[in-house]
């Protein structure tokens, strides 16, 4: 992994290294498919097929398991496995597709997830305030653009006007209280 792409990634709101190797949907990686050799990030298809044999060797070596959604998948086919893995990370394909803010929510709100939740794909400066206000907690900023620029964009707005994973009252219930 290069030294470029590892400060591409923002959790926590702060630039740090990203240790996970995201397989594809064929299973081609620039890392080793299987999970135990590294941190990989796996489709759901592949979760799907070997799940026990994951979960078993999470069990056995104590490796860590993330899984990675498409547009298209269905992120209730997590909602039993939540508490078993470390990451999930949802697919934004091209900047102006928004299905996975809705995968978001329903990963936090519906499904209860608490763990680190990542946006990847073409992920920019942007985004970063809506992504944060779903329930995204660390971000893999897309090559060529400038990850420490990105940082102030969570920063942008003073208040926010309606409900969301981060604010559960709209601001008209908050100033009434």
């Given amino acids: 992994m290069s030294e470029i792409n590892s400060l591409q990634l923002i959790r926590d709101r702060r630039l740090v290294a990203d240790e996970w190797e995201v397989v594809q949907s064929d299973g081609v990686s620039s890392a080793p498919t299987d999970a135990a050799a590294g941190l990989s990030l796996l489709p759901l298809s592949i979760w799907l097929e070997r799940r026990s044999e994951l979960l078993a060797e999470k069990a056995a070596a104590g490796i860590r398991i993330g899984v990675w959604l498409a547009p298209t998948d269905e992120p209730s086919l ?72 990105a940082l102030c964009s969570f920063d942008d707005f003073s208040e926010v006007y309606q409900s969301a994973t981060d604010q559960s009252l709209p601001l008209f219930r908050r100033r009434a209280a």
């Fill in 78 to 149: 997590l909602a039993k496995d939540l508490a078993m893995l470390d990451l999930i990370a949802v697919h934004f394909p091209k900047f102006a597709d928004g299905r996975g803010y809705s995968t978001a929510s329903l990963l936090r709100l519906r499904y209860g997830y608490t763990g680190e939740l990542r946006a990847f794909g073409d992920v920019g400066r942007d985004q970063l305030f809506y992504l944060a206000r779903v329930g995204f907690d660390s971000f893999l900023i897309s090559e060529g653009r400038d990850a420490a620029a």
